[in-house]
């Protein structure tokens, strides 16, 4: 052979290798996500109950930027067949997408079930999956039944059992056509947030959020458990709750140790009961967390003790791991005095520790700081944490607060965050088996209301018909989503 073709296959060999490295693995899945809160509207149609989200935003619309609520928002109640034919355009293997409790549930209980909720549901399934879309469901994005509030909600003991007759009967009604479904979203934010009177039920005690953590993750283990036991065996599905993790790392060689209960206390205090060989409560956590409740004159830990019976339920419950992920912080101890701001955003008060950016680190809109790295970082330490487990990204996503179609920041966020993912895979050998785009469509985004957009469709809230137009970004996702490779062109909106 002579140097020339040898150099003419060199090159060849290269572009094969960088092809290889710039693709997914064939059975790799892409979709998109929302919640019903966020997208559905017809908050009081037919007989559906209210939220704790409906009570609240029509009491106190001031915790919301813009004022709004989601009364209305996307109308997705009535345009779910429109939501398909996006998701089919871009040709995605799934959407996920949540069930409104009180939608289905009027009273919160199992004594009356909808019919109108539950056609609603079904026919929603069966379109995605006529259209050749998997639905993956959610049992709860946020929107706990207002009288099971008014009876303590997540902080009490009882919400175990109303969490795991609710889940018995979305089960009846939806296991012959759903494989996929995810338990409770992001813990952390159904319990921190709502006990700091940032969301709803905007109750402010922190012995309340620690109760709440206990009381929810039991609530997921009882619906693991449910459909392990009885629907399982006949079905073959998967279940697991959406963990959600920011990286985070020390601010200097000094903070490591704080970084690390920060870890623990914003993360794995929902993971290591599941995941963990041990079971139970983070040791350092608990620990921590006995000699905080022991110094402020507390009889007991805030943090409430697992039963031995307890840690054994909660244990193992879990058919891969899911994780949202969008964003990293630094970790810094707080100066004596130092106010703090947002929790889980700006710092964690219980531990005294500051939450921060880096010049280098990107920036999205408010709270989202761009740092691609940080997501292979949180692959890793799935990894390391709990071991080789099958892992799915059930969010990450990007906002911004422009009607510019051109949505050339959330491209560049899928296409280096998925750079990623990609090495994850291909050098960590972390087995990750899809990822979810967050969002399908502009939606209410809780404290932002309208204002923070994180779809992939823009959304005209003046217009009745709700419009929705592809950004340049759902077509950037529909390429990598149908090559399954990042090998492509950034096309722009027209
Ligand atoms: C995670 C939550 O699950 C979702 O409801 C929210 O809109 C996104 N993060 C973006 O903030």
């Given at each position: 052979m002579n140097r020339t073709r040898l150099y003419i296959l060199s090159l060849i060999l290269a572009l094969v290798a960088e092809i290889a490295c710039q693709s997914f693995p064939p059975e790799f899945q892409f979709g998109v996500a929302t919640s019903s809160y966020q997208i559905e509207g017809a908050w009081n149609v037919s007989d559906k109950g209210e939220s704790i989200w409906d009570h609240l935003?029509?009491?106190?619309?001031?915790?919301?930027?813009?004022?709004?609520?989601?009364?209305v928002a996307c109308d997705s109640y009535h345009l779910w067949k429109q939501d398909i034919d996006l998701i089919a355009d871009m040709g995605l293997d799934f959407y996920r997408f949540s069930i409104n409790w009180p939608r289905l549930l009027p009273t919160g209980f199992p004594n009356k079930v909808s019919e109108d909720g539950a056609r609603y549901y079904g026919n929603l399934i069966d379109g995605l999956r006529a259209r050749g879309i998997a639905p993956v469901v959610t049992l709860y994005h946020w929107e706990l039944p207002q009288s099971l509030q008014d009876l303590g909600g997540w902080t009490n003991p009882l919400s175990v059992e109303w969490f795991a007759d609710y889940a018995r009967i979305v089960f009846t009604l939806f296991a012959d056509r759903v494989d996929t479904w995810i338990t409770i979203n992001e813990p952390i934010f159904a319990c921190e947030s709502p006990y700091r009177g940032i969301v709803a039920p905007a109750i402010v005690s922190d012995v309340g959020a620690l109760l709440c953590s206990k009381y929810i993750m039991l609530a997921h283990a009882a619906a693991y458990r449910v459909y392990d036991e009885e629907f399982k065996p006949q079905y073959g599905g998967q279940v697991s709750?959406?963990?959600?993790?920011?990286?985070?790392?020390?601010?200097?060689?000094?903070?490591?140790?704080?970084?690390?209960?920060?870890?623990?206390?914003?993360?794995?205090?929902?993971?290591?009961?599941?995941?963990?060989?041990?079971?139970?409560?983070?040791?350092?956590?608990?620990?921590?967390?006995?000699?905080?409740?022991?110094?402020?004159?507390?009889?007991?830990?805030?943090?409430?003790?697992?039963?031995?019976?307890?840690?054994?339920?909660?244990?193992?419950?879990?058919?891969?791991?899911?994780?949202?992920?969008?964003?990293?912080?630094?970790?810094?101890?707080?100066?004596?005095?130092?106010?703090?701001?947002?929790?889980?955003?700006?710092?964690?008060?219980?531990?005294?520790?500051?939450?921060?950016?880096?010049?280098?680190?990107?920036?999205?809109?408010?709270?989202?700081?761009?740092?691609?790295?940080?997501i292979r970082h949180v692959l890793n330490r799935i990894k390391h944490q709990y071991g080789d487990l099958k892992v799915m990204i059930t969010e990450s996503g990007y906002s911004d607060d422009s009607d510019d179609l051109n949505d050339v920041g959330r491209i560049d966020y899928y296409k280096t965050y998925l750079e990623q993912v990609l090495l994850a895979i291909n050098e960590d050998k972390v087995n990750v088996v899809g990822y979810t785009a967050w969002s399908l469509i502009d939606n209410f985004e809780w404290n932002s209301g309208y204002q923070s957009h994180f779809g992939l469709y823009a959304v005209d809230f003046s217009d009745p018909s709700r419009k929705r137009t592809a950004k340049a970004s759902a077509r950037y996702y529909e390429s990598v989503a149908r090559t399954k490779s990042l090998d492509v062109e950034n096309l722009t909106a027209n």
């Open positions: 935003l029509h009491i106190r619309p001031d915790i919301i930027a813009d004022l709004s609520n989601g009364d709750f959406a963990h959600h993790e920011f990286w985070f790392e020390p601010k200097t060689d000094k903070d490591q140790e704080l970084t690390e209960l920060a870890r623990d206390y914003a993360f794995s205090r929902f993971s290591y009961p599941v995941y963990s060989t041990e079971g139970g409560w983070p040791p350092l956590l608990e620990a921590y967390m006995a000699e905080k409740s022991r110094i402020e004159g507390y009889t007991r830990s805030k943090l409430p003790a697992f039963t031995a019976e307890e840690i054994k339920l909660l244990k193992g419950t879990y058919d891969f791991f899911a994780i949202n992920h969008y964003t990293s912080r630094t970790v810094r101890a707080a100066l004596s005095g130092e106010e703090f701001g947002i929790f889980g955003i700006d710092g964690l008060d219980e531990i005294g520790a500051v939450l921060e950016s880096k010049p280098e680190w990107g920036s999205a809109l408010g709270w989202l700081k761009v740092n691609p790295e940080g």
